[in-house]
């Protein structure tokens, strides 16, 4: 029974070596930068927890690192969104590197902006591409 649970659960997991996933992740994220209206940088997938604390970071200019290992495809592409927002945040002006952890905090505006503004691009996206949720 726990074999089947697994591959139930495993089923929609994000796989690098699929060309239709790696697709959808170019287009998630041509999409977000347009949304934004910023020039999105190179996002980095990680299959390891190396530099990272969270399943996502934005380390200021082009740095984005997104956690891949054993995570849903929808799920990597809200944390994309969510670390595009702090990138779009910072071209402002208003992710300053010296609050980082005021910034960083739950419930701060700016991890709040990032979350609602996250949420609002996979919407958008899943209404042009509804199979993200499937």
Known sequence: ?????????????????????????????????????????????????????????????DKVRIYAKDRATVDIMRSIAHELVHMKQHIEGRLESQDHEK??????????????TAGEIMRKFGEEYPEIYI
């Not at 959808?24 to 910023?38: D, M, N, R």
């Not at 905090?105 to 979350?115: K, T, Y």
Request: no cysteine; net charge negative; glycine share 10%.
């Open 1 to 61: 029974m726990k074999s089947v649970i697994k591959n139930l659960l495993n089923e929609h997991l994000f796989d690098k070596e699929s060309k239709e996933q790696i697709s959808l992740l170019e287009k998630f994220v041509s999409f977000t930068g347009k949304f934004l209206g910023i020039k999105p940088p190179m996002i980095h997938l990680q299959f390891n927890r190396e530099g990272l604390v969270t399943t996502a970071s934005y380390g200021g200019g």
């Open 103 to 116: 910034n960083n905090e739950a419930g701060s505006p700016i991890e709040d902006e990032a979350n609602a």
